[in-house]
């Protein structure tokens, strides 16, 4: 750098929506105004996404499933195996918690950015719906047939 030029330095500060910079941010809180008028169509219940769930688990060998997953180095790939509403749900909600990402960036490394499990509980119903299903987690629990599948503390903000 040149005599009497200053380093330019991005400067983090909290916004409504997370983390934001400059003009970004301020488009950001822009986007957050109108997605707040748009209200999340509710076609699919929490109970809906437990019975859509069940059915696919039910219809599911469980035996050969679970010789395959150790035939595969404990690997299986189910295509289509979560059904289309319930996927559908969970992508409308996953578009409405954008504001909600808090970002992070690791110089010369990485960008990422996670949304806190308080508020996918609060905003999200289908997200945790799919996450918390004791229908999927019986599956495989049956399909690992090894110590049993535990979900993480409701009190964790990193859970789901």
């Known amino acids: 750098m040149g005599a009497g030029r200053k380093a330019r330095v991005k400067r983090w500060f909290p916004t409504p929506g997370g983390i934001g910079v400059g003009k970004r941010a301020q488009q950001r809180k822009g986007m957050e105004k109108e997605r707040e008028g748009m209200a999340m169509p509710r076609t699919e219940t929490t109970a809906e996404i437990e019975e859509h769930l069940r059915a696919v688990t039910d219809a599911a060998d469980p035996s050969f499933l679970h010789r395959l997953y150790w035939e595969q180095n404990e690997f299986v790939r189910l295509e289509r195996f979560i059904p289309q509403p319930v996927i559908e749900r969970c992508t409308r909600e996953v578009d409405l ?64």
């Open 97 to 160: 918690l954008e504001g909600d990402i808090h970002r992070n960036y690791v110089p010369g490394h990485k960008q990422g950015g996670s949304v806190s499990y308080y508020v996918i509980r609060e905003k999200a119903a289908a997200i945790v719906a799919l996450y918390r299903s004791e229908a999927l987690r019986s599956f495989l629990n049956r399909l690992i047939g090894g110590e049993p599948i535990e979900w993480c503390p409701e009190n964790d903000p990193h859970s789901c």
